[in-house]
């Protein structure tokens, strides 16, 4: 049988495009994932202290807002609360096949259909392929020599594991990404002694966080129009903020390079 589209992953990116095509008119669409369940990044991750680096109300689809956000920033648990949520307004669990991985694609030109291999499982067809694999999806642990028979714990971060204690510890944490920066304040007070290795220094500034209070909230429930006008404007400086950082980082790599 030949879908309408075969889209591959069930994160923002995946929901986003099976709610594009819908309103375009195709129904039958085949979500694939190899997860057993929706929300991609904020399904996988759970790590103390995940929360989003982009204010709420611009992380989150225009056409969906949430007027609901307890925070700025909203913490992990609410993105994936707020995936889920998605899913079920338009109905998109019905197209989703969970703990499916595909494996690779091939295009009939003749036919114009493309046909994915999935592990373990035959092949889906469809008239349209649409990978939303995401970019960050994929766990690895650095190739440091003994990692394997380490006689301690190693967690990664996407496969965070509440079970495991850190109370008294003496633990290392390896990276100080953006996920580091907000792991390390909350396991560092629960730990006995932590280390932080670093390769590259990184650039920080505070995060202006805050919780959205209840009346503003009750305020964007009521008059969506606030929110938009909070989102467009958090956007705009957000983009500001992002164009400048890139074109300064342009000038400084331009002026290193003629330094030699
Ligand atoms: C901890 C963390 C925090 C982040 N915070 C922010 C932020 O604050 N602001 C921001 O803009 N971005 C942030 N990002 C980036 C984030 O990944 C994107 O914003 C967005 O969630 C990506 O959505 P996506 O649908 O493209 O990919 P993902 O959310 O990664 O979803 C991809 C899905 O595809 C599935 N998949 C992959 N390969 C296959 C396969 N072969 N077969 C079947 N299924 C497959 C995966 O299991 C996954 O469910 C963050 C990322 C991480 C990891």
Not at 7 to 12: K, M, N, P, Y
Not at 48 to 60: E, H, M, Q, R
Not at 161 to 169: I, S
Request: net charge negative; charged share 20%.
């Amino acid at each position: 049988m030949v879908h309408d589209a075969v889209i591959v992953g069930t994160g923002f990116g995946g929901m986003g495009a099976a709610i594009a095509l819908r309103r375009l008119g195709f129904d039958d669409l085949v979500m694939l994932e190899r997860e057993d369940d929706l929300g991609g990044t904020w399904n996988v991750n759970r790590y103390p202290g995940l929360a989003v680096d982009i204010p709420s109300a611009t992380y989150s689809y225009s056409f969906e807002p949430n007027p609901y956000w307890s925070r700025l920033y909203a913490p992990g648990a609410e993105l994936k609360a707020y995936c889920d949520h998605v899913a079920t307004t338009y109905d998109l669990r019905r197209h989703m096949r969970f703990g499916v991985n595909a494996t690779g694609a091939t295009w009939d030109e003749q036919a114009k259909v493309w046909t994915v291999d999935v592990e373990d499982g035959d092949p889906v067809q469809g008239r349209f392929l649409l990978t939303a694999t995401g970019f960050l999806s994929q766990p690895r642990l650095p190739d440091i020599e003994g990692i394997d028979s380490f006689a301690g714990t190693v967690l990664h971060t996407t496969q965070w594991d509440d079970d495991v204690a850190l109370e008294g510890r003496r633990a290392a944490v390896i990276g100080t990404g953006a996920t580091a920066v907000q792991l390390i304040p909350e396991i560092a007070p629960r730990l006995a002694e932590l280390t932080v290795f670093q390769r590259t220094a990184i650039w920080v500034t505070p995060k202006s966080d805050a919780a959205v209070p209840e009346r503003l909230q009750r305020l964007y429930a009521r008059v969506p129009l606030t929110q938009r006008v909070a989102r467009n404007a958090g956007s705009a400086v957000l983009e500001a903020i992002m164009v400048s950082g890139v074109l300064r980082y342009r000038q400084l790599g331009e002026a290193r390079s003629d330094l030699g």
